[in-house]
T-cell receptor
């Protein structure tokens, strides 16, 4: 089975801190994604990556950056955490060849609280 | 603009009742894919079904069935004889086949299903 692992299930940080959310997948997938989930808004795409060192902005990239130094690892970085970044963060991966047809495999999520 | 609309925020049913989740989507592409995902309390979204825009056949998988109607841009999901284990948030999603799609999904807001014994 494909496994997408997020390093923390719950995280509490202070305003202004630099925050790293880590995600690792074990199926050699080319594509990796970071979403945030908020009540009433569903999942919104922050960033995605279709290859090592390649990244593309999603719908809500402001206040975030990403890093993909190795194929299996995709990190989300909050340079200076703010309270409006309190949310559930979901990492996903897929082997999509660019057709948009492949399903995503998700991690269990990281609930981040910024105080 | 929201491309996927799930108008029902929460549906509560008693076990063994049927429940239908609505999903309306918006796209100008002729080739696209529709998905349903389930998010149980554990948090991990689980893939349920994928449909491409050229296949309007309804599908049944056990107690789950899906009704895809291009004429109304809808992709509804029915759980027959619901069980407590069906309690979860269900997301409908759209993937448009543009040149830069890279498998990006646009999700609806989700519908919380609560099944009580």
């Amino acid at each position: 089975d494909v496994k997408v692992t997020q390093s923390s299930r719950y995280l509490v940080k202070r305003t202004g801190e630099k925050v790293f959310l880590e995600c690792v997948q074990d199926m050699d997938h080319e594509n990796m994604f970071w979403y945030r989930q908020d009540p009433g808004l569903g999942l919104r795409l922050i960033y995605f990556s279709y290859d090592v060192k390649m990244k593309e902005k999603g719908d809500i990239p402001e206040g975030y950056s990403v890093s993909r130094e190795k194929k299996e690892r995709f990190s989300l970085i909050l340079e200076s955490a703010s309270t409006n970044q309190t949310s559930m963060y979901l990492c996903a991966s897929s082997s999509d060849p660019g057709t948009g047809s492949e399903k995503l495999f998700f991690g269990s999520g990281t609930q981040l609280s910024v105080l | 603009a929201q491309k996927v609309t799930q108008a029902q925020t929460e549906i509560s049913v008693v076990e063994k009742e049927d429940v239908t989740l609505d999903c309306v989507y918006e796209t100008r592409d002729t080739t696209y894919y529709l998905f349903w995902y389930k998010q149980p309390p554990s948090g991990e979204l689980v893939f349920l079904i994928r449909r491409n825009s050229f296949d309007e056949q309804n599908e049944i998988s056990g107690r789950y069935s899906w009704n895809f109607q291009k004429s109304t841009s809808s992709f509804n999901f029915t759980i027959t004889a619901s069980q407590v284990v069906d309690s979860a948030v269900y997301f409908c999603a759209l993937s448009e086949r543009t040149t830069d799609s890279w498998g990006k999904l646009q999700f609806g807001a989700g519908t919380q299903v609560v099944v009580t014994p």
